[in-house]
């Protein structure tokens, strides 16, 4: 599984950005895509996934980005987006796209999201 991250950037504090990650090779009908940052000096965290639709297309997210990030799939299931609105300096970080179904856990490469206040 290869998975192509995109959409980062710099913005000013309130502003928006979206980033989208595309999978391919071999995926299952379950998985779970999602996305993580990591801050400098801090440890990667959680900001969001979503199950295919298979598993009933739930969502989960970090309380931190709660009512301000929205994550999606297409309908294809192998794309999965982060629209990120309301940003703060906080959420500066490099965000890495996932993807974890039964045969491992597959990682994209980071990308670089800067909010300047």
């Known amino acids: 599984v290869q998975l192509q991250a995109s959409g980062g950037g710099l913005v000013q504090t309130g502003g928006s950005l979206r980033l989208s990650c595309a999978a391919s090779g071999s995926t299952f009908n379950f998985n779970v895509m999602g996305w993580y940052r990591q801050a400098p000096g801090k440890q990667r965290e959680l900001v969001a996934t979503?199950?295919?639709?298979?598993?009933?297309?739930?969502?989960n997210y970090a309380d931190s980005v709660k009512g301000r990030f929205t994550i999606s799939r297409d309908r294809a299931q192998n794309t999965v987006y982060l629209q990120m609105d309301s940003l703060k300096p906080e959420d500066t970080a490099v965000y890495y796209c996932n993807l974890r179904q039964v045969d491992g856990d597959y990682w994209g490469q980071g990308t670089q999201v800067t909010v300047s206040s």
């Open positions: 979503a199950t295919t639709s298979g598993g009933r297309g739930s969502t």
